[in-house]
């Protein structure tokens, strides 16, 4: 099993900034770390995803905001979001993956209001 330790959401201002961290306890597997964000009673939506060959995907409408980066060494990955939105709020969730393992961390809560 792995566990996760995922840190840095809390409650911002539109426009303000939050960096996410994400640690795992096992790194044998991965290929590749991320981040997906889940509202209650929508779809969990891919936010950001990067692998150990620098490969990195966004979603649409975070593209200029977001960066993700990986700490190979370090089992962590991190999410940079800056001019945040209101329609960011969501439960932010990390996930590795690679070969036939993927898993899912709890999740951090990202709440954007004035």
């Known amino acids: 099993q792995v566990q996760f330790v995922e840190s840095g959401g809390g409650l911002v201002q539109p426009g303000g900034s939050l960096k996410l961290s994400c640690a795992v306890s096992r790194s044998d597997f991965i290929f590749g770390m991320g981040w997906y964000r889940q509202v209650p009673g929508k779809l969990r939506e891919q936010v950001a995803l990067v692998t150990i060959t620098d490969v990195v995907d966004y979603i649409d409408s975070v593209k200029a905001r977001f960066t993700i980066s990986l700490n190979s060494a370090k089992n962590m990955v991190f999410l940079q979001m800056n001019d945040l939105k209101p329609e960011d709020t969501a439960n932010y969730l990390c996930?590795?993956?690679?070969?036939?393992?993927?898993?899912w961390g709890q999740g951090t809560q990202v709440t954007v209001s004035s």
């Open positions: 996930t590795a993956w690679g070969g036939n393992e993927e898993y």
